[in-house]
């Protein structure tokens, strides 16, 4: 399965691929940054987001597409910019007719970390130990990629297992009800 994981902003956009051969044989396929420049106006830069991102799509061809849930920060305006990127990332994904799933920030950092709590460098470090590589990726909103991309590839395919096990259930359910 190929995930494609975006940490949405409207400044820095993380971005990464990440492919898995097995639960345990996870390989980095690509990861980087969409940088939009604060000068231009809100709709340009939106543009921008969505230029770049469908190009990844089209490249790297996702299974899945893995985005990071907005939650409400202290400070609204970067909760608003964020979530106006994530919104441009839905939208292409329903466009492209990629499933798309959201994960929030602490459910992230324990499927790679082990604790919902953990910070930035515990995350930056573990992406580096699972993913093999020889330095942690920079900045942080590509590595914040790819530990979405390892979140869903690792609670995605629990989750599928989870809801086909109680649509068979509620199957089930119902013959007996007949």
Do not use: Y
């Amino acid at each position: 399965m190929r995930v494609l994981g975006i940490d949405p902003g409207l400044t820095r956009c993380g971005i990464a691929v990440v492919d898995s051969h097995g639960q345990q044989n996870l390989q980095m396929v690509a990861v980087g940054v969409i940088k939009t420049g604060v000068d231009l106006g809100l709709e340009a830069r939106l543009l921008q987001l969505e230029a770049e991102i469908t190009e990844w799509i089209s490249e790297h061809r996702p299974d899945v597409i893995a985005v990071e849930r907005v939650f409400s920060q202290l400070n609204v305006r970067t909760a608003m910019a964020t979530g106006q990127a994530a919104g441009v990332a839905l939208l292409i994904a329903a466009r492209s007719g990629i499933p798309v799933v959201m994960h929030t920030p602490s459910e992230v950092k324990a499927a790679v970390t082990g604790s919902g709590r953990a910070d930035k460098k515990q995350v930056a470090l573990m992406v580096t130990k699972l993913l093999k590589l020889t330095e942690t990726p920079k900045p942080a909103d590509s590595t914040d990629a790819l530990a979405l991309a390892i979140c869903h590839h690792w609670r995605g395919s629990a989750d599928k297992k989870m809801s086909l096990a109680v649509a068979a259930a509620k199957s089930r359910i119902k013959a007996i009800a007949r």
